[in-house]
């Protein structure tokens, strides 16, 4: 099996998996790290991924995997379940629902009333497909998708 299949074979098997435990599965990465195969599942959930939900994921989504696409796999492999990052960029409509509510850093590749950069409440994504943040002063703002360079959860210490 090509590594683009395998790939998508264990996010058709995980994405369920994932789904029922309350997570999101952003994506599967199959490479070589010193000479191991490893195959990691990235997964996501609103408020973040704790270590107990890694442990939940491996636990529920390895039995399948070996099932599934042991005979495919061509020698041994590592599972490995983590976390996007809190910097992780923020680039679907799900992210954005999914993190509604929690504070963001957004960039524009041009500025608007003479700004690039904008924090605030990240409310999520409108029917037109626009990113909207509730600035600290209140105000709604929306944002092209097409012009948005990158959203990230903002770290407030």
């Known amino acids: 099996m090509r590594p683009k299949e395998l790939m998508a074979a264990a996010e058709r098997i995980g994405t369920p998996i994932a789904e029922g435990l309350g997570l999101a599965l952003l994506e599967v990465k199959w490479f070589n790290e010193r000479g ?6 990235i997964i996501d959930r609103r408020g973040g991924v704790s270590i107990d939900d890694c442990e939940a994921m491996s636990l529920a989504v ?27 960029p923020l680039k679907t409509r799900a992210d954005f629902e999914r993190h509604a509510g929690s504070q963001a850093e957004l960039r524009l590749y041009r500025a608007q009333d003479g700004k690039k950069v904008f924090t605030g409440e990240l409310v999520g994504m ?32």
């Open 126 to 157: 409108n029917d037109a497909d626009e990113i909207v943040l509730k600035t600290a002063e209140g105000e709604t703002v929306s944002f092209a998708k097409e012009d948005v360079s990158i959203v990230k959860r903002a770290i407030i210490f």
């Open 36 to 41: 191991r195969n490893v195959m990691r599942f």
């Open 62 to 88: 390895e039995p399948k995997l070996d099932a599934e696409l042991d005979e495919h796999i061509p020698g041994e492999w590592a599972l490995e379940v983590s976390s996007p990052g809190i910097d992780r």
